[in-house]
């Protein structure tokens, strides 16, 4: 199977076209605040939310929507994630029906979604106001502006698209995301909007959905806040042509694998990008006796504080790896327990059965101080593996939330 | 019932002294390492210990010295966690001989603790050569040197005691502990050793110990990470003349309220000095349906990252009060709660019925620039009430733990 990397984003697959306006909604008026993601057809269409019970407006009114499997777009706003609000609802179906006005298609054909302050009311003149220039902005030749739109606190766009053949047509899926904080996503990430041209169910556009997330975004955490607002939401448009994907055959499994490379590589964006991030963590179990654990110490690890200061000071406590994985909820035997730390710059031993090895301080700094490490575990004690992706706590997370409101 | 605050720390009850000395397992000549409590006579003896699986040589060591509810002695180094070694269990046995011999007790009435680094072998030779010093520092006349033995990043000294009647006789229940980082417990804290004078029988010690700590050292968090280390140890020593306590009667509550006390006071203390904290969090949660309900939301709260950044910025930042409860893994409906900030400059309602309610944010800016904060809950669905203890989270804990090890 070939999987290529394309450029374009949500506007990568054939007949979807995306744009975004500054609609005012952020004071900044340098910085979009409105996106609008549209396809030529009917799409069969799926998503998943958040488990905070606390749930953002725009997820129910999505989650609305979406029951009969269908749906043509994706309006998302970003300084405001109109939650905690007592007219959240009446907002979030108020902009479904301004997008569909514009786009002439039905008020449940459009997702919604929003991201930004909790607990502050949502205006929705402004965003009905830009709704004219936000259609006008629609183009196929990139999703750009819409992933800068959907950024709070991201200081990267993300997007990104693959192309592969289902049959004998070629299909593509590309994607955009925001993350930042508030990232420790449990079903989905706090924003991922996904297009393809592929023709698939909607009850396996669903499944495909849930179980790439449980292995991308549910394996990311930047500060272990589960956010009220985290979306995954995927369009289908069947625009490529391939035989339409109704079975758990060879064809949904190669679409999933190709859904699976844009999640993950969303995914590892997210957490490179995490508030205030300047590394990002993966931690690679392998050896496990079984999947469950092997998830919980792998996230175990990348959520530990201590651990993430540590490697923002190239720090090799490697203790604090140990002490990570035996808090996991999991039952196994930490004595087998051995602990590589690796980057560009080299791979070193760090710990054998649960005790420490001598190792070279000055040869672990050099491999700390890149901007990726990988941290090895081998649970020597099964054949199950799992990844998890963070990024190191930093002097800025705490500046960048220390006063995120003004 | 009277409770009196007193002064010694853990040599407040009669028959007990503590002290401490330089030994050199630290670098700083100027900080002592090595801490003795000792007690005059057999006491009844209880301890609870971390549920992390990583599980540091001292904690195993103690368990079985305790298998016969009795001990006269507590000795406890920091600057060394003696976890992840592999001579861990000889070191730590090793450790209690020493001390047996110089106070001319057996080497399984000894309990032995550690704290600070994870994975660096811990030499005897210095805690040998320095046995006879220690056992020289002995005094009745305060825990002062033996609290601050205990410190590894703590900024300050935790001891506290108080004197109430069981029955007839006058009875005093006294602790020191540590914290500051790696706190996150999950049966004990960091390390708490208490003493009393009171007569009770080892198995009801064991329970008051566990019922105590639950209400306690377990309702506090500085980071999230349960340490390897965690131990709460009691010896009580009957010197008091009290009619020794066998059932669970009122003399055994009595005995029990004042080891809440003396537990609760320490707890606080420990959040409030927790790694580069400069405001001590107070998550009060009422209306609760049950009693893990109103826990689980009381230290979703204080545990969360952003909502602990807010708190450092003086950010009335409700928002994340309510996503952290949101994610609490409970049962409940979110859309009853209300939420209200309190210090000592005053009092607001942020949040009623799960949504925003219009508040000042000069006054909020005012009431959360005090040093101890209160988070009050009101979940309005029941009668049951938790509370938890946290600090913000600031530059210093990042720079304290970027490089915690040289």
Chains 1, 2 share one sequence.
């Not at 997702?111 to 502050?120: D, K, M, N, P």
């Amino acid at each position: 199977m070939a999987f290529t990397f394309v450029e374009g984003g949500v506007c990568a697959a054939q007949g979807f076209s995306a744009g975004a306006v500054h609609a005012g909604i952020r004071k900044n008026h340098d910085k979009k605040d409105l996106a609008l993601i549209f396809a030529d057809r009917m799409c069969s269409a799926a998503a998943i939310y958040t488990q905070n019970k606390v749930k953002g407006a725009p997820l129910i009114v999505t989650r609305e929507h979406l029951q009969n499997g269908r749906a043509r777009a994706i309006l998302c706003n970003s300084g405001n994630a109109n939650t905690c609000n007592a007219d959240g609802l009446d907002i979030a179906a108020a902009m479904c029906k301004s997008a569909a006005q514009a786009l002439k298609i039905a008020a449940n054909d459009v997702v919604v979604a929003s991201t930004g302050v909790i607990g502050q009311p949502l205006p929705l003149g402004p965003i009905k106001d830009a709704m004219p220039a936000l259609a006008a902005s629609l183009s196929t030749g990139g999703s750009g502006d819409a992933a800068e739109a959907i950024m709070t606190t991201d200081t990267k766009r993300k997007q990104v698209a693959v192309r592969f053949p289902i049959g004998e047509k070629m299909c593509t899926i590309g994607g955009i995301a925001k993350g930042s904080g508030m990232i420790h996503p449990n079903m989905a990430t706090m924003l991922c909007f996904v297009t393809t041209d592929a023709d698939i169910a909607p009850e396996l556009l669903q499944k495909a959905c849930k179980d790439v997330a449980d292995e991308t975004f549910n394996m990311i955490s930047v500060d272990g806040d589960t956010s009220t607002n985290d979306m995954l939401a995927i369009l289908a448009s069947g625009a490529a042509g391939n035989e339409p994907i109704k079975s758990l055959g060879k064809e949904y499994y190669h679409f999933q694998q190709g859904l699976m490379i844009v999640c993950r590589r969303l995914a590892r964006e997210l957490a490179a990008d995490g508030e205030g991030a300047t590394k990002l963590l993966e931690c690679a179990v392998t050896g496990a006796p079984d999947c469950q654990t092997a998830k919980k110490v792998a996230k175990s690890v990348i959520c530990s504080s201590l651990f993430k200061a540590a490697m923002f000071g190239c720090d090799a406590n490697w203790g604090r790896v140990l002490c990570a994985i035996g808090y996991a909820d999991a039952e196994f035997d930490v004595d087998r327990v051995g602990v590589t730390l690796s980057s560009a710059a080299g791979s070193v031993v760090v710990c054998s059965n649960g005790a420490g090895v001598p190792f070279s301080e000055e040869q672990a700094a050099k491999i700390l101080a890149q901007p990726e490490i990988r941290i090895e575990i081998d649970m020597a004690q099964g054949g199950e593996t799992a990844t998890a992706w963070g990024c190191d706590l930093t002097y800025d997370y705490v500046k960048i939330n220390g006063d995120y409101r003004t």
